[in-house]
């Protein structure tokens, strides 16, 4: 098809041993382990890579991705980052579910829930808490749960409404590159479960309640 993988940048071990790719360990465990799930909360370029190198894992893993949207005409940033990537994992034919910024922008801390999680005594609210702190501290923003959401598919699937749609990935234009495009009008192809709703209070209560207890 005439798509060439770029070279990799070469990343070493602190003993000086090159690692292996991230594609070649998905393909791997993919091959191992029928069944596989990605959750991929960054750019698409190693799961891209996974699937250009070896098609035939695509039945074989599911992606749960956050990145995308589809309510507007501008690229999410993990997607923009290798919108090649994205457009070689929703053309793979593995199951995808997309949980985009349509959804994850109503789910946003607000100081109330953060006092809970400083509150609560144990280890992993006060690494969260410490974490919390730096963000506002640098960003003067309540973060927005964009990866927390897309995590929770994995437990709560019944927090958010999802719809099949025919999702395509804009890679030349010159204002578009990085859209997610619902193409699925007048076409009867899917390629993606693509989260339309949320129930955002109902999540960051289930949320608050695993981090503080």
């Known amino acids: 098809d005439n798509r060439t993988l770029p070279k990799r940048p070469v990343s070493l071990a602190r003993d000086g041993r090159e690692l292996p790719c991230a594609c070649d360990y998905i393909v791997e465990k993919a091959e191992r382990a029928e069944g596989l799930t990605i959750v991929a909360i960054g750019p698409m370029t190693s799961v891209g890579l996974a699937f250009a190198k070896a098609p035939h894992i695509a039945g074989r893993v599911r992606v749960v991705l956050m990145g995308g949207q589809t309510d507007k005409a501008f690229p999410e940033w993990n997607i923009q980052c290798d919108p090649e990537a994205a457009a070689i994992v929703f053309a793979s034919g593995a199951p995808i579910t997309m949980v985009g910024l349509d959804v994850t922008n109503r789910c946003t801390f607000t ?3 953060i006092a809970a999680i400083k509150a609560a005594d144990n280890p992993r609210a ?3 808490s410490h974490m919390l702190d730096d963000f506002l501290d640098r960003f003067g923003f309540m ?4 990866d927390p959401l897309a995590m929770s598919v994995l437990l709560w699937d019944d927090l958010l409404t999802f719809e099949d749609k ?8 010159a204002f578009t590159r990085g859209v997610t495009v619902d193409a699925s009008w007048g076409h009867t192809e899917r390629n993606a479960r693509v989260a339309v709703d949320v129930k955002p209070e109902a999540f960051k209560c289930r949320l608050l309640e695993r981090l503080t207890r």
């Open 111 to 113: 100081m109330e829930d």
């Open 166 to 173: 025919l999702i395509r990935v804009e890679t030349a234009g």
């Open 126 to 128: 006060r690494h969260l």
């Open 143 to 146: 973060p927005v749960l964009h």
